[in-house]
């Protein structure tokens, strides 16, 4: 299995794609300029085979590597406690956005799984780390912006005093996302916010870049600029 990963990043790096990822994610590390869509196909019938032997062998020295490391996480068809005892010792290995966000927004669960990967969820907000923290809110932004769980989330966002760049751009990003689905309730919860201007400013960008929202609704998230004195 390992070896014929090696003979994937042989096969089809490409240069120009590799010089191209690196203008866009800082950290990338060591890579050899595989493309996304051939590391998830490769990864998915790696999670059907032997598995095993790929995590036994791989350095995480490799972008691509690693980026095929969480996608068999996301892939196999093993109990929520495994797969989440391999995210425990994935997440550590995270040091760019690209493999952070696209783990996480793969990560796929059963309905009778989500309380178990909310209370994963909940013990990684907690964590320090950069990624620790950005991978739990990026979870919570793909998985858990629901009628069930955006109050709670509201205040777990509200409470991270994170100045870390890339869990302030998490944070910015997952707020967009609670105001596209339930705008009331974000701008209320806002109110007095502790969360900093650089934060807030970044929501208030995600929101008028979406094509989800509607003019009248980019002009009113104006507001949240001076939310903190509301």
């Known amino acids: 299995m390992y070896n014929n990963f090696l003979e994937l990043i042989k096969s089809e790096s490409d240069e120009k794609y590799r010089e191209f990822s690196l203008k866009i994610t800082p950290n990338l590390g060591k890579s050899a300029g595989v493309r996304t869509p051939v590391l998830k196909k490769f990864a998915k019938e790696a999670a059907k085979g032997d598995w095993q032997e790929f995590f036994e062998k791989k350095n995480n020295e490799l972008y691509e590597e690693k980026l095929v490391s969480g996608f068999i996480i996301c892939y196999i068809k093993e109990s929520i406690e495994v797969r989440l005892d391999l995210l425990r010792d994935f997440i550590p290995i995270i040091d760019n956005w690209a493999v952070c966000d696209m783990v ?17 969820v909940n013990e990684y907000i907690e964590k320090s780390g950069e990624f620790e923290k950005r991978f739990a809110v990026v979870m919570l932004l793909a998985h858990f912006i629901d009628e069930k769980h955006i109050d709670e989330i509201l205040k777990m966002l509200n409470n991270i005093e994170d100045e870390k760049f890339y869990v302030s ?13 339930y705008r009331e309730k974000t701008v209320n919860a806002l109110k007095g916010t502790s969360l900093s201007s650089d934060t807030i400013n970044r929501t208030v960008s995600k929101i008028k870049q979406s094509r989800r929202v509607d003019e009248e609704g980019k002009r009113h998230a104006e507001i949240l600029k001076n939310i903190k004195e509301l």
């Open 104 to 120: 996480a927004c793969a990560f796929n669960f059963k309905i009778a799984e989500s309380e178990k990967v909310w209370d994963f």
């Open 169 to 181: 751009m998490a944070v910015a990003w997952a707020l967009s996302v609670c105001y596209i689905k």
